[in-house]
């Protein structure tokens, strides 16, 4: 757990430190944190049964550094609730919790001009997961070969995620940032070679520094 919050840290200090440097207006200006919110569906991907609707939800930190008129660098800290809701051939529900710190790190371009008070967006790039919790649940769950026991679920998910939305200006350098999430995961999850896949929205409010 402090190896997860030390990344945390040290990524969020080289973002801060990398956007800051030069220490003038200009540079000062461009840069945006706030908190933000999100909420959607998440899956994990080759179990074989039928899946149903598993809420996820995450809550963190949005940073934005975009001294170019079109062009933008994005970090988000969030903690993220993912995992899967199936039904066995048997009946039997079984519902996943995985709980990540997730770090997306995004290329954002941004349409219209600069002094426009609504501009939309796209982002894309990889997603960093680090593995805080998990349950499954054990009473249908543990004589189940089609998913791991809890304790066999890896610390490390990497996958890439694409959004599109918008950020309205709300005040003097104040943004609403709105975005509606794709999450595909590159890295197996367990050694059953499941994946987790999340979609949803995700909304902040970011202030100017």
Known sequence: ??????TAVALLTLFTATTSFGQNEEIRQTF???PAVGFGHSRIVNVGYDEYFKPSWNAGVTMNYSKWEHIGISGDILYSAEGGNFKTNQGSEIDVDLTYLRIPLKFAYF???VQNNFRPKITVGPSFGFLIDDDLDKETGAANPNLSDSENYKTL?????ASLGFNLKLGERVWLNTDLYYYYGFLEIDDLAHTNNNFGLRVGVAFGL
């Open 111 to 113: 349409f219209g001009d």
């Open 1 to 6: 757990m402090k190896r997860i919050y030390m």
């Open 32 to 34: 945006t944190i706030g």
């Open 157 to 161: 998910d990497l996958g890439g995620q």
